[in-house]
């Protein structure tokens, strides 16, 4: 399925006044980003003009991570994706998942893992309170749901990060 919206200062063909753009098939996941889970065969030059006007909707809709997974049976797109930014995530056995940082910051994405190391700490005072924490990001974000402070080793680091679900 490929989706149509329009997109500011594109220059598509015009109906009614508005830009129609075809985008790739996308869903937002929990830490504003967006999937992008390719099953439909294409021609790379097709792939491309649908790549860049998805890219600049989720640029206008403050999107920062987008995930791209190709089916092994359409690595004919993953040179056209790696010209435009994206980098290889990991590869499995059926599909290549490759990734890009929209923000002009620096990326949260993590690193693939054969393995995660976290933690969760319950910290008491001596009043007998329990610290508590509200998710900045993640599937708990705006819910309003308290819960222990967590986190993540950053593989390249070697350091305790905060969990970007906390």
Known sequence: MVESVSILGNSAPIENGVNHVKLLPASNDDHEGVIVDMKEPMEPDVFLTLLRASLSLWRQQAKRGVWIKLPIELVNL????????????????????????????????????????????????????????QEKSGRFRGTGVWKIPTGVVDEDMGHLLASPLS
Do not use: C, Q
């Not at 040179?79 to 930014?85: F, I, L, R, Y």
């Not at 290549?96 to 893992?113: F, G, K």
């Open 78 to 133: 993953v040179e056209t994706a790696v010209k435009e930014g994206f980098w290889y995530h990991r590869a499995e056995p059926s599909y290549l998942m490759l990734v890009y940082w929209i923000p002009e910051t620096a990326s949260t994405i993590p690193a693939n893992t054969s393995h995660r190391v976290g933690i969760g700490a319950i910290v008491i005072n001596d009043k007998r309170e329990v610290l508590v924490v």
